[in-house]
């Protein structure tokens, strides 16, 4: 992938400084999009550097349509270029949906669904013009099966199923593909709470994933030998939803 240019939402922790390192170690350079984590952002930035391509952060509220807007043209402009698109920015709100407030739904809905939307309205003309575009979203397990607790959760990612289906009927002519990855339990902040008790139960590999397994797929989805994969939903959670 050298001299293509990946944009990761979300890159500062977990999956998506999983998923920059291993496009930097690929040979790409990255555009890390974070919302708060300064230091966390910084510190994935210097170490994509250490991969000899470049690396930009950039901090930028997904869910806001103009801010992406603003942030997407800087990354243009930076790298001259964006050829891959990680849509992997989300948050986790979990309550029952008879005592969820407004705010919750909307929070969790708006940084995971509406930020993928976002990034792809803003990037998808760049991605076009690429010979290689590519967009990769981090949907869920709970998008397919839904869990109780996660009635928001679970309508954001299955929404980003909706949408990779459509994004890559409409792209595909241009060139350009759209798949998901679906995962289970992975090993990272927002799991830090599960208990190996439950993991032994549901997983049938019986443990955690790790966001390098994770990083990897992405990385595959962005190469040239998944030229030929558009509109896919793939899941990596270790049998949890065979």
Known sequence: MAGRTAVITGGSRGIGRAAALSMAEAGAGVAIIYSGNETAAED????AENFSVPAKAY??????????????????EDFGRADILVNNAGIIRDGLVLRMPEEDFDAVVGVSLKGAFNM???????LIKSP??????????SGLVGNPGQANYSAAKAGMIGM???????L???G????????????????SDVSGELI???????????????AALAVFLASDSAAYITGEVIRIDGGMCI
């Open 44 to 47: 994935t930035r210097r170490a």
């Open 59 to 76: 901090k930028c509220d997904v869910s806001d349509f103009n801010a992406v807007k603003e942030t997407c043209d800087k990354i243009v």
């Open 120 to 126: 792809i309205r803003h990037l998808s003309r760049t």
């Open 132 to 141: 290689c575009g590519r967009i990769i979203n981090v949907s869920s397990v």
């Open 164 to 170: 990779t289906k459509t994004v890559a009927r409409e």
């Open 172 to 174: 595909a002519g241009r």
């Open 176 to 191: 350009v593909t759209c798949n998901a990855i679906a995962p289970g339990f992975i090993k990272t902040d927002m799991t």
């Open 200 to 214: 032994d139960k549901v997983v049938p590999l019986k443990r955690m994933g790790a966001a390098e397994e994770v």
